[in-house]
């Protein structure tokens, strides 16, 4: 671009770029109108100063900051203790649910039932069963634990999801694959673990990142139950100061973390695309 | 005793008989080529051959061993009878040299200083070896095919089944991969070929075998069948073909 040795425009190039740039001064003005308007048009709104002493008190976000950081880390802690679980359960699933051999026939109707029955359920009400009900068979510290239970209830709903993510990966490797490392003598579990799988995982990966994403977020519905976490202390401080602002101080944690995940997420997506065409 | 004896076999998919009863014999280091229309039966064939596709009926008796019995494990058959796709099918994920070792080490369980050396022993001999580290996405079809036999070589098969493997290649590129299969033929390899190049089969052939509509019609030497077939079908194809040329 802007070289000197490159050959001038032809008149189609020179036609193309003027396009472009139109399109580009277009976008650019279109954009400044509609922000400006939101800018100027939502403070004329009558009840916008009781909502922006509610909600966008800046005092009451930089007092509440920290403890909603601290609350945060939990979320952060349950996060990581689900996620690994959720992807080996999901694939446990999976593979129970593929399974051909008349021997094993009650661990596919298991795996079918379970991802039935979790994708059925909405999670807040997996939540609510699985966390009350189980510590409520008089179970003992720290096995009656929200956390623990809570956790369960998230990480079977997820691993439904998961392993139906699975098979479709796994079915969309082409036979061609199966026929090749057979003919090689692979066994059927040899070829599921040096040649399908590893296609389907990468296949895959975009979506997993979704799912992660959804469920950075959704462990927040464990505060229903009873762990404090950054939901529940965001409750707390509402009450605490009669205010709102806390519950923007946990959406501005929330948005940390998942806004760069989803352009991770975006990014992969492209890649795995453009290999496809290549 | 033949290398493999093929008895009455039968494959049907469905009420589709694509294999009717189909016997022939092929000697050690013979090249036999499997010659006939698309749908004719020469893919289901060798899929049979190998044990890929269940058979009906039949026998299939590797140095006078039935592996067609049923409980019959194909993975023995398969480590014994390598086999080469249309569509090459390397595994996408892996660079060239896995491609080449991944069965040795976990089939043959050699350790992966001797698979590499064997790999790389083929990838010389096909003249690929600074393609060892390329992943096969990046590689010409032709490339591609000669890396999928030297895959099927490396487990040191007793015999190569080639499935029309020059057919999804651009014509330049159909040579050097008919080059590879002479070259293994001159080694003394067993191999059974499903072709639509009927120069090479004529030349390069110690049987040639017509199929059509799943029936295989007529088995001679190349000479024969290209020059003096007995039966109608195979004149008709034949002449079909070799006018189109």
């Not at chain 1, 009558?46 to 008190?57: E, M």
């Not at chain 2, 749908?39 to 044990?51: A, F, H, V």
Request: glycine letters at 6%; a positive charge; aromatic letters at 10%.
């Amino acid at each position: 671009m802007g070289n000197k040795d490159q050959p001038p425009l032809t008149r189609r190039a020179a036609y193309e770029a003027g396009l472009r740039k139109r399109g580009i001064n277009i976008a650019l003005f279109s954009s400044a109108v509609f922000f400006l308007a939101v800018y100027f048009l939502i403070p004329l709104a009558p009840g916008w100063p009781a909502v922006k002493q509610s909600f966008f008190n800046w005092d009451i976000l930089q007092t509440s900051f920290p403890k909603l950081l601290s609350a945060f880390k939990l979320d952060l802690l349950l996060f990581a203790l689900c996620a690994p679980l959720i992807l080996i359960l999901g694939l446990v699933v999976a593979l129970m649910r593929n399974i051909t051999s008349p021997s094993l026939f009650p661990l596919k109707i298991v795996a079918i039932v379970f991802i039935d029955l979790f994708r059925a359920v909405p999670v807040i009400l997996t939540i609510y069963i699985i966390g009350f009900g189980i510590p409520g068979l008089g179970l003992f510290p720290p096995y009656n634990s929200p956390y623990l239970w809570g956790s369960l209830a998230l990480i079977l709903t997820y691993a439904a999801y998961m392993a139906e993510v699975y098979r479709s990966g796994i079915e969309s490797i082409h036979k061609s694959q199966v026929s090749a490392a057979q003919s090689l003598g692979f066994s059927k579990w040899q070829t599921l673990r040096y040649i399908i799988l590893p296609q389907t995982v990468s296949r895959i990966m975009p979506t997993i990142m979704n799912f992660m994403i959804s469920l950075q977020k959704d462990v927040a519905l464990l505060s229903f139950i009873g762990p404090i976490e950054v939901l529940r202390q965001a409750n707390v401080l509402k009450s605490l100061y009669g205010n709102f602002t806390p519950y923007i101080g946990a959406a501005i944690l929330f948005l940390c973390i998942t806004i760069p995940a989803t352009r991770l997420a975006d990014y992969m997506i492209a890649k795995e695309q453009k290999r496809k065409d290549a | 005793m033949s290398k493999l004896v093929v008895k009455n076999l039968r494959k049907s998919f469905g009420h589709n008989e694509v294999c009717k009863n189909i016997s022939f014999e092929v000697q050690k280091s013979e090249l036999l080529c499997l010659i006939g229309g698309s749908g004719s039966g020469k893919s289901t064939l060798l899929r049979c051959l190998n044990l890929l596709e269940h058979i009906d009926d039949g026998e299939i008796l590797l140095d006078g061993e039935d592996v067609s019995i049923p409980g019959f494990d194909p993975e023995l058959l398969r480590r014994r009878m390598g086999m080469v796709f249309q569509s090459y099918n390397l595994f996408p994920h892996m660079s060239v040299l896995q491609n080449l070792t991944l069965a040795q080490t976990k089939i043959k369980k050699l350790s992966a200083q001797t698979a590499q050396d064997k790999a790389m022993a083929l990838l010389e001999q096909f003249g690929l070896e600074e393609k060892a580290h390329t992943y096969p996405d990046k590689l010409s079809g032709g490339q591609q095919q000669r890396i999928a036999i030297a895959r099927a070589l490396a487990m040191d098969p007793e015999i190569l089944l080639l499935d029309e493997v020059t057919s999804a290649l651009d014509p330049e590129l159909v040579g050097e991969v008919l080059q590879v299969i002479k070259s293994l033929k001159k080694q003394g390899m067993t191999m059974i070929l499903a072709t639509h190049e009927m120069g090479f089969a004529r030349s390069a052939a110690d049987q040639v075998a017509f199929l059509y509509g799943g029936e295989l019609v007529e088995i001679a030497p190349p000479e024969k069948i290209f020059t003096n077939p007995e039966n109608a079908k195979t004149r008709q194809f034949l002449s079909r073909v070799l006018d189109a040329n």
